[in-house]
């Protein structure tokens, strides 16, 4: 079979996580993303957002009165020294172990931690290794 390379766009436009209790979520988020470079985008009444996480409490109207179950989400660091900031940060801030930072055996110069936030979530920091990016990010402008 001939090697294929595929170029795509976003996957995900947002994530939307319902919680027990805001404010702790909040501080173990926002402690993160302050390591991470990801300023908090705003909050309201019964919410805040960061980037494509939205994070409510389960009378927000966009969450329909239900919590939402394990999940597992991975965000991006630079370096593995971020990693390593991001799981201290998180552990500080409300979080647990879930899989202290090292090597991961998914590919090489695979580098993460694994930390639960308050309501169990799986939050992984992760950096791929030394790589070149095509774009830092993608860019919508309406």
Do not use: C
Not at 10 to 23: E, G, M, S, T
Not at 122 to 136: L, Q, T, W
Request: hydrophobic share 40%; no cysteine.
């Amino acid at each position: 079979m001939e090697t294929q390379e595929l170029h795509r766009g976003r996957l995900i436009d947002h994530i939307q996580l319902v919680v027990r209790d805001l404010p702790a979520s909040q501080t173990f988020y926002s402690a993160i993303f302050e390591v991470l470079g990801v300023p908090i985008g705003g909050t309201g009444p019964g919410f805040f957002w960061a980037d494509e996480l939205f994070v409510s409490t389960a009378d927000s109207p966009a969450a329909q009165g239900v919590l939402t179950g394990r999940h597992h989400l991975a965000f991006q660091a630079k370096d593995r020294a971020t990693v390593d900031a991001a799981y201290q940060a998180a552990l500080a801030n409300g979080g647990k172990d879930n899989g202290a930072p090292g090597e991961r055996p998914y590919h090489p110069g695979y580098y993460a931690a694994f930390m639960l936030d308050p309501d169990g979530n799986n939050i992984e920091a992760v950096f791929h290794g030394d790589a070149k990016r095509s774009a830092p990010s993608v860019h919508i402008i309406f």
